[in-house]
Protein backbone atom coordinates (compact mmCIF):
# COMPACT_ATOMS: atom_id res chain seq x y z
CA UNK A 1 0.00 0.00 0.00
CA UNK A 2 1.18 3.51 -0.75
CA UNK A 3 1.66 6.19 1.91
CA UNK A 4 0.55 9.49 1.44
CA UNK A 5 1.70 11.59 4.46
CA UNK A 6 0.66 15.01 3.16
CA UNK A 7 -2.58 14.11 3.98
CA UNK A 8 -3.72 14.97 7.39
CA UNK A 9 -7.07 14.10 9.72
CA UNK A 10 -8.95 16.46 11.25
CA UNK A 11 -12.17 17.17 12.67
CA UNK A 12 -15.07 18.85 11.10
CA UNK A 13 -17.04 21.70 12.85
CA UNK A 14 -18.02 24.57 10.61
CA UNK A 15 -21.17 24.68 8.02
CA UNK A 16 -18.80 25.04 4.92
CA UNK A 17 -16.01 21.88 5.91
CA UNK A 18 -20.12 19.99 6.64
CA UNK A 19 -21.04 21.44 3.17
CA UNK A 20 -17.75 19.97 1.57
CA UNK A 21 -18.63 16.93 3.10
CA UNK A 22 -21.95 16.60 1.43
CA UNK A 23 -20.12 17.75 -1.89
CA UNK A 24 -18.22 14.68 -1.90
CA UNK A 25 -20.54 12.44 -1.34
CA UNK A 26 -21.83 13.55 -4.92
CA UNK A 27 -18.65 13.17 -6.22
CA UNK A 28 -17.77 9.37 -4.57
CA UNK A 29 -21.10 7.53 -4.53
CA UNK A 30 -23.31 9.73 -7.53
CA UNK A 31 -26.19 10.19 -5.42
CA UNK A 32 -29.22 12.36 -6.69
CA UNK A 33 -29.28 15.24 -3.99
CA UNK A 34 -32.62 14.02 -2.27
CA UNK A 35 -30.63 11.11 -1.30
CA UNK A 36 -27.39 13.13 -0.23
CA UNK A 37 -26.49 13.58 3.90
CA UNK A 38 -27.65 16.83 4.60
CA UNK A 39 -25.58 19.82 5.93
CA UNK A 40 -28.31 19.85 8.91
CA UNK A 41 -27.25 16.27 9.71
CA UNK A 42 -23.78 17.45 10.09
CA UNK A 43 -24.87 19.90 12.05
CA UNK A 44 -27.16 17.66 15.15
CA UNK A 45 -24.23 15.34 14.77
CA UNK A 46 -21.87 17.48 15.85
CA UNK A 47 -23.85 18.81 18.70
CA UNK A 48 -24.86 15.35 20.46
CA UNK A 49 -21.78 13.29 20.79
CA UNK A 50 -21.20 12.44 17.32
CA UNK A 51 -17.71 11.85 15.24
CA UNK A 52 -17.49 14.15 12.10
CA UNK A 53 -13.41 13.54 10.65
CA UNK A 54 -11.87 15.17 7.00
CA UNK A 55 -8.98 14.13 5.43
CA UNK A 56 -7.22 17.08 3.70
CA UNK A 57 -4.79 17.00 0.45
CA UNK A 58 -3.27 20.66 1.60
CA UNK A 59 -6.49 22.23 1.98
CA UNK A 60 -8.76 20.47 -0.09
CA UNK A 61 -10.97 17.54 1.28
CA UNK A 62 -10.39 14.11 0.08
CA UNK A 63 -12.35 12.11 2.59
CA UNK A 64 -14.50 12.10 5.57
CA UNK A 65 -16.68 9.67 8.21
CA UNK A 66 -19.28 10.51 10.35
CA UNK A 67 -20.92 8.80 13.17
CA UNK A 68 -23.81 9.33 15.54
CA UNK A 69 -24.62 8.10 19.04
CA UNK A 70 -27.09 5.59 20.06
CA UNK A 71 -28.10 3.31 23.31
CA UNK A 72 -28.36 -0.71 23.17
CA UNK A 73 -30.93 -2.24 25.30
CA UNK A 74 -29.42 -1.76 28.74
CA UNK A 75 -28.43 1.63 28.25
CA UNK A 76 -24.90 0.70 26.27
CA UNK A 77 -23.63 3.61 24.42
CA UNK A 78 -22.13 3.18 21.08
CA UNK A 79 -21.38 4.70 18.12
CA UNK A 80 -22.87 4.40 14.71
CA UNK A 81 -20.34 4.94 11.46
CA UNK A 82 -23.01 5.71 9.09
CA UNK A 83 -20.71 7.23 6.16
CA UNK A 84 -17.19 7.15 5.65
CA UNK A 85 -15.72 7.58 1.66
CA UNK A 86 -12.43 8.39 -0.37
CA UNK A 87 -12.22 10.00 -3.18
CA UNK A 88 -10.99 7.25 -5.82
CA UNK A 89 -7.86 8.52 -6.90
CA UNK A 90 -7.11 8.47 -2.90
CA UNK A 91 -8.23 5.11 -2.04
CA UNK A 92 -4.77 3.08 -2.63
CA UNK A 93 -3.41 5.63 0.57
CA UNK A 94 -4.78 3.92 3.83
CA UNK A 95 -7.02 7.07 4.27
CA UNK A 96 -9.89 5.09 5.47
CA UNK A 97 -7.89 2.73 7.80
CA UNK A 98 -6.60 6.50 9.69
CA UNK A 99 -10.23 7.84 9.58
CA UNK A 100 -11.57 4.65 11.48
CA UNK A 101 -8.19 4.60 13.74
CA UNK A 102 -9.22 8.25 14.47
CA UNK A 103 -12.82 7.57 15.87
CA UNK A 104 -11.60 4.01 17.39
CA UNK A 105 -8.88 6.76 19.48
CA UNK A 106 -11.95 9.02 20.27
CA UNK A 107 -14.18 6.59 21.26
CA UNK A 108 -11.86 4.68 23.59
CA UNK A 109 -11.09 8.34 25.38
CA UNK A 110 -14.90 8.60 26.15
CA UNK A 111 -15.43 4.72 27.35
CA UNK A 112 -17.63 3.91 24.52
CA UNK A 113 -16.94 0.21 23.73
CA UNK A 114 -18.55 -0.38 20.44
CA UNK A 115 -18.85 1.32 16.73
CA UNK A 116 -21.00 0.03 14.09
CA UNK A 117 -21.78 0.26 10.51
CA UNK A 118 -22.74 -1.52 7.85
CA UNK A 119 -21.18 -2.59 4.75
CA UNK A 120 -22.49 -4.46 1.64
CA UNK A 121 -21.63 -8.17 1.70
CA UNK A 122 -20.68 -8.31 -2.26
CA UNK A 123 -18.35 -5.35 -1.70
CA UNK A 124 -15.46 -7.98 -0.86
CA UNK A 125 -12.76 -5.52 -0.85
CA UNK A 126 -13.96 -3.69 2.06
CA UNK A 127 -15.55 -6.87 4.05
CA UNK A 128 -11.62 -7.74 4.27
CA UNK A 129 -10.84 -4.33 5.61
CA UNK A 130 -13.43 -4.89 8.06
CA UNK A 131 -12.88 -8.32 9.62
CA UNK A 132 -9.39 -8.44 8.17
CA UNK A 133 -7.96 -5.37 8.82
CA UNK A 134 -9.76 -4.10 11.56
CA UNK A 135 -10.55 -6.72 13.58
CA UNK A 136 -14.75 -6.13 13.04
CA UNK A 137 -17.37 -8.86 13.54
CA UNK A 138 -20.74 -9.74 12.12
CA UNK A 139 -23.98 -10.97 13.51
CA UNK A 140 -26.41 -9.35 11.71
CA UNK A 141 -28.39 -9.06 8.19
CA UNK A 142 -30.69 -6.91 6.63
CA UNK A 143 -32.22 -7.40 3.11
CA UNK A 144 -32.88 -4.08 0.85
CA UNK A 145 -31.77 -1.91 4.02
CA UNK A 146 -31.66 1.44 2.24
CA UNK A 147 -33.80 0.89 -0.54
CA UNK A 148 -33.00 0.89 -3.94
CA UNK A 149 -30.76 4.22 -4.20
CA UNK A 150 -29.44 6.50 -7.51
CA UNK A 151 -25.76 5.59 -6.81
CA UNK A 152 -24.39 3.77 -9.58
CA UNK A 153 -22.31 1.77 -7.06
CA UNK A 154 -25.12 0.02 -6.27
CA UNK A 155 -26.13 -1.12 -9.51
CA UNK A 156 -29.87 -0.99 -9.17
CA UNK A 157 -29.12 -4.13 -7.04
CA UNK A 158 -31.01 -3.89 -3.37
CA UNK A 159 -29.10 -3.02 -0.68
CA UNK A 160 -28.54 -6.05 1.39
CA UNK A 161 -26.37 -4.69 4.49
CA UNK A 162 -24.52 -6.74 7.32
CA UNK A 163 -23.47 -4.80 10.26
CA UNK A 164 -20.10 -4.63 11.37
CA UNK A 165 -19.53 -4.81 15.47
CA UNK A 166 -16.00 -3.13 16.35
CA UNK A 167 -14.86 -3.95 19.78
CA UNK A 168 -12.43 -1.35 19.73
CA UNK A 169 -11.29 -1.81 22.82
CA UNK A 170 -10.93 -6.04 22.75
CA UNK A 171 -7.65 -8.20 22.63
CA UNK A 172 -8.81 -9.26 19.41
CA UNK A 173 -9.22 -5.90 17.59
CA UNK A 174 -6.20 -5.02 19.03
CA UNK A 175 -3.65 -7.96 17.98
CA UNK A 176 -5.90 -7.64 14.85
CA UNK A 177 -4.87 -3.85 14.69
CA UNK A 178 -1.12 -4.73 15.55
CA UNK A 179 -0.76 -7.32 12.58
CA UNK A 180 -0.24 -10.11 15.07
CA UNK A 181 -1.81 -13.61 14.84
CA UNK A 182 -4.40 -14.82 16.85
CA UNK A 183 -6.53 -17.92 16.97
CA UNK A 184 -9.13 -18.60 15.00
CA UNK A 185 -12.49 -20.13 16.44
CA UNK A 186 -13.25 -23.32 14.80
CA UNK A 187 -15.59 -23.02 11.40
CA UNK A 188 -18.88 -23.92 11.33
CA UNK A 189 -20.14 -22.53 8.05
CA UNK A 190 -18.68 -20.78 4.88
CA UNK A 191 -20.19 -18.25 2.68
CA UNK A 192 -18.28 -17.78 -0.52
CA UNK A 193 -19.14 -14.99 -3.28
CA UNK A 194 -17.17 -15.28 -6.82
CA UNK A 195 -14.34 -12.02 -6.69
CA UNK A 196 -16.54 -11.80 -10.29
CA UNK A 197 -19.15 -10.22 -8.41
CA UNK A 198 -17.96 -6.74 -9.59
CA UNK A 199 -18.06 -7.16 -13.18
CA UNK A 200 -21.55 -8.84 -13.03
CA UNK A 201 -22.83 -6.42 -11.37
CA UNK A 202 -21.93 -3.85 -14.49
CA UNK A 203 -21.99 -6.26 -16.90
CA UNK A 204 -25.03 -8.69 -15.49
CA UNK A 205 -27.15 -6.97 -12.94
CA UNK A 206 -30.17 -9.96 -13.28
CA UNK A 207 -27.40 -12.60 -12.34
CA UNK A 208 -25.38 -10.37 -9.54
CA UNK A 209 -28.95 -10.34 -8.48
CA UNK A 210 -29.51 -13.88 -8.27
CA UNK A 211 -25.94 -14.88 -6.53
CA UNK A 212 -26.97 -11.72 -3.87
CA UNK A 213 -29.99 -12.91 -3.22
CA UNK A 214 -28.52 -16.73 -2.88
CA UNK A 215 -25.71 -14.83 -0.01
CA UNK A 216 -28.50 -13.55 2.04
CA UNK A 217 -30.85 -16.54 2.41
CA UNK A 218 -27.04 -18.01 3.61
CA UNK A 219 -26.46 -15.01 5.95
CA UNK A 220 -30.04 -15.58 7.26
CA UNK A 221 -29.80 -19.23 8.00
CA UNK A 222 -26.95 -18.68 9.51
CA UNK A 223 -27.43 -15.72 11.69
CA UNK A 224 -30.89 -17.89 13.06
CA UNK A 225 -28.43 -20.10 14.07
CA UNK A 226 -26.41 -17.83 16.30
CA UNK A 227 -22.95 -17.98 14.05
CA UNK A 228 -20.88 -15.23 13.49
CA UNK A 229 -18.92 -13.52 10.94
CA UNK A 230 -15.25 -13.47 12.44
CA UNK A 231 -12.48 -13.73 9.03
CA UNK A 232 -12.75 -13.91 5.58
CA UNK A 233 -10.44 -15.52 3.25
CA UNK A 234 -9.53 -15.19 -0.43
CA UNK A 235 -8.80 -17.01 -3.15
CA UNK A 236 -8.25 -16.28 -7.39
CA UNK A 237 -11.78 -17.37 -7.45
CA UNK A 238 -13.99 -16.85 -4.31
CA UNK A 239 -13.81 -14.75 -0.85
CA UNK A 240 -15.24 -16.66 1.59
CA UNK A 241 -16.38 -15.37 4.90
CA UNK A 242 -16.00 -17.78 7.82
CA UNK A 243 -18.56 -17.98 10.45
CA UNK A 244 -18.60 -19.54 13.80
CA UNK A 245 -19.42 -19.67 17.39
CA UNK A 246 -17.98 -16.71 18.91
CA UNK A 247 -18.81 -15.15 22.65
Known amino acids: MSTAPHISIEPLES ?44 RRMIAFCLAIPGHKPGGIAYLHSHMLGVLPEYRDFGIGRRLKLRQRDDAIARGIQLIEWTFDPLELRNAYFNLERLGAVVRRFVRNQYGTTSSVLHSGLP ?61 EAAFRKKLTVFAIDRDETHATYLLGELA
Do not use: H, M
Not at 34 to 43: G, K
Not at 169 to 193: G, K
Open 15 to 58: VEQFREAVALQKTIWGFEDIELLPVRLFVVASKIGGQIYGAYDD
Open 159 to 219: TDRCTAEWWVNSPRVQTILDREPYDRPATVQRIAVPVAISKLRREDPAQAKLIQAEIAAQF
